[in-house]
Nanobody
Framework: QLQLVESGGGLVPPGGSLTLSCAAS????????IGWFRQAPGDERAGVSC????????NYAGSVKGRFTISRDKVKNTVYLQMNNLRAEDTGVYYC????????????????????WGQGTQVTVFS
């Protein structure tokens, strides 16, 4: 059974950076598309960035393009979300998610086609 554990959240000022990690256990991530989703207070959970199973397809929400980068490390069985130039509106709980198979990154992020969720990590950008 795949288990996902997020880490790296925290409290940062606007313009700061954080790197979120999603470590997997119970299975290799080689056969999963992986995504990062965010739920801000009072809002529904939404896709932030997703990456396909083989890493050649990525998707980003419009608000984070050019600031966030998703990547995967097969050796460490971990997926990362590098977040730069953070803004107050980036605040929320960030969840790592996985879905097996060759789905597109856009499909995973936009339609939230997810089979496994992590427990979430809080990111707070204070002003």
């Amino acid at each position: 059974q795949l288990q996902l554990v997020e880490s790296g959240g925290g409290l940062v000022p606007p313009g700061g950076s954080l790197t979120l990690s999603c470590a997997a256990s119970g299975s290799t991530l080689d056969y999963y598309a992986i995504g990062w989703f965010r739920q801000a207070p009072g809002d529904e959970r939404a896709g932030v960035s997703c990456i396909s199973m083989n890493g050649d397809d990525t998707n980003y929400a419009g608000s984070v393009k050019g600031r966030f980068t998703i990547s995967r490390d097969k050796v460490k069985n971990t997926v990362y979300l590098q977040m730069n130039n953070l803004r107050a509106e980036d605040t929320g709980v960030y969840y790592c998610a996985a879905r097996p198979g060759a789905i597109s990154a856009e499909s995973m992020c936009v339609m939230q086609r997810v089979d496994y969720w992590g427990q979430g990590t809080q990111v707070t950008v204070f002003s």
